[in-house]
Nanobody, 118 residues
Framework: QVQLVESGGGLVQPGGSLRLSCAVS?????????VGWYRQAPGNERVLVAT???????IYADSVKGRFTISRDTVKNTVNLQMNMLKPDDTAVYYC???????????WGQGTQVTVSS
């Protein structure tokens, strides 16, 4: 069973920064894989924040472009999300996900709370 362990959430003031990390218990270096982050605010659906494809291309939600940066380490099998210029609207539970390849199930972390408030 693949496991994803997230860390780095917390409370931050508007304009501040946080860095989320996710450790995956499997090799994430396949060209067919995707890793990334979703978030879910209270009463809302889970939505994509950012993802990296197996060839290293990054995709961001419009709401976070220019503020968030996703990165991965295929040696340590980790995926990180650097979040800058945080806004109250960024408040949500953030979930790490890993899609090994088409035809295999996707895997999710347990979620980490990010709260942006003064």
């Amino acid at each position: 069973q693949v496991q994803l362990v997230e860390s780095g959430g917390g409370l931050v003031q508007p304009g501040g920064s946080l860095r989320l990390s996710c450790a995956v218990s499997e090799d994430i270096g396949s060209i067919y894989s995707r890793v990334g982050w979703y978030r879910q605010a209270p009463g809302n659906e889970r939505v994509l924040v950012a993802t990296i494809t197996g060839i290293g291309s990054s995709i961001y939600a419009d709401s976070v472009k220019g503020r968030f940066t996703i990165s991965r380490d295929t040696v340590k099998n980790t995926v990180n999300l650097q979040m800058n210029m945080l806004k109250p609207d960024d408040t949500a539970v953030y979930y790490c996900y890993y899609a090994p390849r088409p035809g295999r199930e996707d895997y999710w972390g347990q979620g980490t709370q990010v709260t942006v408030s003064s």
